[in-house]
């Protein structure tokens, strides 16, 4: 079956966990040990949603990197973005909520999933500040971070903006 | 036996004597320029066990000072009172460039052990790792800078080769991309791998002063031979490469455009376990 690429965009602070994410996604893995990403790193993971086979390129994209510069010049013709927060920060919350509105302006029809990560270090499993999000993830257990994926394939095999 | 016989023969007799005076002094005459080149072959052993030896006392007596480095760094951080994010970020590469130095130091002690059976160094390559451990180590000039690395191994990111080799290749390409990067423009470093048949084609591309090729191809890879005449760069980097591609296996290609930057391919054979 033919393989269908697309361009998936992670953004969010430094030390969210968007590396981390990537790696137990796409190779079952968690460090504890935490080095923050230079530049952007692309990864591979094919993704089967009903009779389609995507071939998920997944950029992550160093925290300190976020400004419009690289919206022009590196963000043309993502498919989805997934912009990542620290459950446990609220800043990082705000961050990406400002992210969102300005990339709804260079993209308003791309798929965006908002999702809380270090689910794992919440008391209760609840986020202790307002927040509106699509789906709590844990890169150091796994838990949602196939989901997450899936939902985001989902929405671009639907064509949901 | 007549006479005039006789003399042929003591003429012929003499011509032999002769011929072979001559070419006895010619066999000594060789047999001395042997000799002359005797010692420039035991010059070459004595350098290259001079160069061996001296790497075993580098690596050796560089671990002392790296080991003192990493405890006083300990004692700092433990005497260090509310230090700021930036002093505990600065601990935290200080303490994690000691470690890298570290392992270069014991990659290299393993290279020299295992210089018979060249290999016993083959391991299994994770490009991610590799290249995230070089990037780690030039962060700060990386930040100085404001480099954008963009690393791309999809297409092949594990394979069979010499990591230590390796690793000293990228880290001469990468620093040589940075070095001659335009200062007033963003600089932009690609790196990543494509799977060509049988081999693993690894490519750092910049956006940088660019070579003239025509101009510069024999300089490229000669010793201590500049392509540019700023003063930047020793002119030993692209020497490095070479060699340890020669020795380890693989080529080099390069492309590039005065002005718009350059793009070094370093093709290595896929070798099987």
């Given at each position: 079956m033919r393989e269908i690429s697309k361009k998936i965009v992670l953004l969010g602070n430094e030390s969210v966990g968007k590396t981390s994410l990537i790696k137990q996604y796409v190779h079952s893995i968690f460090s504890e040990e935490y080095l923050s990403t230079i530049g952007i790193n692309?990864?591979?993971?094919s993704v089967v949603t009903g009779e389609k086979t995507y071939k998920l390129l997944i950029w992550d994209v160093a925290g300190d990197l976020m400004n419009e510069k690289l919206y022009d010049a590196y963000l043309r013709g993502t498919h989805a973005f997934l912009l990542v927060f620290d459950a446990t920060r609220e800043e990082t919350y705000q961050a990406i909520i400002n992210e969102k509105e300005v990339l709804n302006d260079y993209f308003p029809d791309v798929p965006k999933l908002i999702i809380g990560n270090k689910m794992d270090l919440l008391e209760n499993g609840e986020v202790a500040f307002d927040a509106s999000y699509d789906l709590l993830t844990s890169?150091?257990?796994?838990?949602?971070?196939?989901n997450a994926f899936f939902d985001l394939t989902k929405r671009i095999d639907d064509g949901q903006g | 036996m007549d006479k005039d016989n006789?003399?042929?023969l003591l003429e012929k007799l003499?011509?032999?004597v002769s011929e072979n005076q001559s070419l006895r002094l010619e066999n000594e005459s060789l047999r001395e320029l042997v000799k002359g080149n005797e010692p420039d072959s035991a010059k070459v052993i004595g350098y290259n066990n001079e160069l061996e030896q001296f790497t075993y006392v580098a690596t050796h007596d560089l671990k002392t000072p790296l080991a003192n480095i990493s405890g006083y760094l300990d004692l700092l951080e433990m005497d260090l009172e509310n230090p700021s994010e930036d002093v505990k970020d600065s601990m935290k590469w200080l303490k994690y460039s000691v470690q890298e130095a570290m392992n270069v130091i014991k990659e290299l002690t393993s290279a020299l052990k295992a210089r018979n059976d060249k290999e016993d160094l083959l391991v299994e390559i994770n490009m991610n790792n590799l290249v995230e451990s070089i990037l780690s180590g030039m962060r700060s000039t990386i930040k100085q800078k404001e480099v954008l690395f963009i690393c791309n191994f999809t297409e092949i990111d594990h394979f069979l080769y010499y990591q230590t080799a390796l690793r000293s290749i990228l880290q001469n390409l990468i620093s040589n991309a940075i070095l001659y990067l335009k200062p007033d423009t963003d600089g932009i470093i690609q790196i990543q791998t494509e799977q060509i048949d049988d081999s693993v084609c690894i490519s750092v591309e910049d956006n940088g002063v660019g070579i003239d090729l025509e101009k510069n191809r024999d300089k490229l890879l000669g010793l201590f031979?500049?392509?540019?005449?700023?003063?930047?760069g020793s002119g030993i980097g692209m020497y490095i490469i070479n060699k340890l591609l020669e020795n380890y296996g693989g080529r080099l290609e390069v492309e590039s455009e005065v002005g718009v930057g350059s793009t070094f391919k370093i093709i290595l054979p896929l070798k099987k376990t």
């Open positions: 692309i990864s591979k993971k890169a150091k257990t796994g838990q949602h971070v196939e | 006789q003399r042929h003499e011509r032999l031979k500049r392509v540019t005449n700023d003063g930047s």
